[in-house]
């Protein structure tokens, strides 16, 4: 009881602090549903980092079916390849999505899940200081349409999430054919500009309408803790 206490003060004199970890049921009873409803048996994971939301699906979700997650930072990958060993049902590829098949170099952020081949603006350094970069890192980079026939099959009722750090818009460019057969994609989606180029709320929303799927559901995701401001959102859409 002591230690806890005596790492609990010391964290706070850094800014910090820990608590028992909690899930958010509402988010996990609306993915939980969805997820039924649409019959959704492939799960594209993309920017998967550790696994942190293919253990939120199996966890509180309750999804047991097929889950392929993608992860381009080698330490990340380490971690998520050593999660996924022990389910059956959930294959990782280290590599990242966009809009080639090539090489490209990567900003590795001090709390790894904001890592990004786009440069990271001041808002975003301002909300979260310990997500500053550390360095960079050479990745493969692949299209979905160059992959996605051998991951599924005309029969799969897919659902693709695009967590990329800004980089979302050009995950959806090298996946134009890949489109017509998703059936759901969940993205997130930045309130205000957190990485040089990245395309906002609006601008996305208007692009997933374009490509012919409808905005489901809105799950709130990343904000500043001084101000209550919410940075970012995950948007759900659908073809019906």
Known sequence: MNLKYNLKKLL?????????????PHKASRVQKLLR?????????????TG?????????AEYSKKIMSFEPLSSAFSLLKEKAERDLNWVVFNTAL???NGTSQINIAGNSQSSSLLEMLPTHLKSAPQSSYRGKE????????????????????VYMKIDTQGFENKVL???????QRIHSVQMEMSLVPLYQGELLFEELYSLMKEKGYSLVTILPGFSDKKTGQLLQVDGIFHRF
Not at 52 to 59: D, N, P, S, T, V
Not at 141 to 150: A, E, P, Q, R
Not at 173 to 179: D, M
């Open 173 to 179: 460019e090298g996946a134009e054919n890949a489109l």
């Open 12 to 24: 706070r004199k850094f800014g910090y602090d820990i608590s028992r970890y909690k899930s958010d």
């Open 138 to 157: 050479t990745i493969e980079v692949k299209k979905l349409d160059s992959i996605f026939d051998d991951l599924c099959s005309a029969n799969n009722t």
């Open 52 to 60: 942190q939301f293919a253990e939120f699906l199996r966890k509180d």
């Open 98 to 100: 966009g809009d080639m």
């Open 37 to 49: 409803s649409y019959k959704i048996d492939i799960v594209l994971d993309i920017g998967a980092n």
